[in-house]
């Protein structure tokens, strides 16, 4: 009698282990509204990419993504209301398209690029860059 309580016992440990990991283990919501970027980005890759659009033009996440509409704090990162949301999608297909047009080979073992830095090395108007 004591095995079969000690059986029952050590099965219902293991379905609560199991389904607490389940539970615990909840997938990260996927990026919505990737036009430019790859829809397969990951969460790290997305966050480190956004990361030095902020520091390449010195701003914080707010200058491209609108706030939540529903008066919620934070953002909408998926929302297209913010304008220069757009406008950052066609700079990063700017900059793509030159690095794949010109910075294609190898030079010395390196593959030079061009990044938002490049131009706008901490100033969100390049044109304001290129004036000094």
Same mark, same amino acid.
């Given at each position: 009698?004591?095995?079969?309580?000690?059986?029952?016992?050590?099965?219902?440990?293991?379905?609560?282990? =199991?389904?607490?990991?389940?539970?615990?283990?909840?997938?990260?919501?996927?990026?919505?509204?990737?036009?430019? =970027?790859?829809?397969?980005?990951?969460?790290?890759?997305?966050?480190?990419?956004?990361?030095?659009?902020?520091?390449?033009?010195?701003?914080?996440?707010? $200058?491209?993504?609108?706030?939540?509409?529903?008066?919620?704090?934070? =953002?909408?990162?998926?929302?297209?209301?913010?304008?220069?949301?757009?406008?950052?999608? $066609?700079?990063?297909?700017?900059?793509?398209?030159?690095?794949?047009?010109?910075?294609?080979?190898?030079?010395?073992?390196?593959?030079?690029?061009?990044?938002?830095?490049?131009?706008?090395?901490?100033?969100?108007?390049?044109?304001?860059?290129?004036?000094?």
């Amino acid at each position: 009698m004591k095995r079969k309580i000690s059986t029952l016992l050590s099965l219902f440990a293991i379905v609560l282990g =199991l389904s607490a990991f389940h539970i615990g283990g909840q997938e990260e919501k996927k990026p919505q509204n990737l036009k430019v =970027l790859p829809k397969n980005i990951t969460h790290e890759e997305l966050d480190s990419t956004m990361k030095s659009f902020n520091m390449a033009l010195g701003v914080k996440c707010n $200058h491209c993504h609108a706030p939540k509409a529903n008066g919620e704090k934070g =953002l909408d990162f998926a929302s297209d209301s913010n304008p220069k949301k757009d406008v950052a999608r $066609h700079m990063i297909k700017m900059t793509n398209q030159i690095n794949k047009k010109h910075f294609k080979h190898a030079y010395d073992g390196i593959v030079y690029n061009i990044s938002c830095n490049t131009c706008h090395n901490g100033k969100t108007d390049a044109y304001t860059v290129q004036k000094h």
